[in-house]
T-cell receptor, first 111, second 114 residues
Framework: GEDVEQSLFLSVREGDSSVINCTYT??????LYWYKQEPGAGLQLLTY?????DMKQDQRLTVLLNKKDKHLSLRIADTQTGDSAIYFC???????????FGTGTRLTVIP | DTAVSQTPKYLVTQMGNDKSIKCEQN?????MYWYKQDSKKFLKIMFSYNNKELIINETVPNRFSPKSPDKAHLNLHINSLELGDSAVYFC?????????????FGNGTRLTVT
């Protein structure tokens, strides 16, 4: 599959909002996912959105999907130091039986 | 209880050796996977295994072989280890073979080849 792209780094101050962006490749992807990876740990599923939705909100997390531009974003409200991690978007490309992951965005929250 | 567990957490070995990484999931999932994460944190699928059907990423060297004694286990065997094999290897599982169900990951095995 082609590359799923993300910015590599993002720094925000504690209490601000974070927006992590992702450009995916397959307009037929059914689901799009956001995973969080803390240091020394595996990937933890944060949230996902079905492709017929534009937005999904889950507590401090808001996912926006622009299918026309194949753009996915994750907004974290009131960012906390515990949110510091690497965030991966992922898509299930048509015909593939696995997820294709983005390059990951390292979020650093400054106290 | 850990849903997807891998052992060992760290593995340091010399070039040319053969090693195995074990993975077990207690979620009752049908499909298991191995992913490789390189030093730049890029994640690439290596294998997926569902109901005895193995799908291999064609870029994976045949020195790597998955073995599944039962639905709850998918072990990774690596022969003739090379320096470039150093990475973190993640096991994952999902319900069903389709990707409409999310992956659950283990905590990874950091392999260092010297």
């Amino acid at each position: 599959g082609e590359d799923v792209e993300q910015s590599l780094f993002l720094s925000v101050r504690e209490g601000d909002s974070s927006v992590i962006n992702c450009t995916y490749t397959d307009s037929s992807s059914t689901y799009l996912y956001w995973y969080k990876q803390e240091p020394g740990a595996g990937l933890q599923l944060l949230t996902y959105i079905f492709s017929n939705m534009d937005m999904k909100q889950d507590q401090r997390l808001t996912v926006l999907l622009n299918k026309k531009d194949k753009h996915l974003s994750l907004r974290i409200a009131d960012t906390q130091t515990g949110d510091s991690a690497i965030y991966f978007c992922a898509e299930n490309q048509t015909g593939a039986n696995n997820l294709f992951f983005g390059t990951g965005t390292r979020l650093t929250v400054i106290p | 209880d850990t849903a997807v567990s891998q052992t060992p957490k760290y593995l340091v070995t010399q070039m040319g050796n053969d090693k195995s990484i074990k993975c077990e999931q207690n979620l009752g999932h049908d499909t298991m996977y191995w992913y490789k994460q390189d030093s730049k944190k890029f994640l690439k699928i290596m294998f997926s295994y569902n109901n005895k059907e193995l799908i291999i990423n064609e870029t994976v060297p045949n020195r790597f072989s998955p073995k599944s004694p039962d639905k709850a286990h998918l072990n990774l065997h690596i022969n003739s280890l090379e320096l470039g094999d150093s990475a973190v290897y993640f096991c994952a599982s999902s319900q069903g073979a389709g990707m409409d169900s999310p992956l659950h990951f283990g905590n990874g095995t950091r392999l260092t080849v010297t």
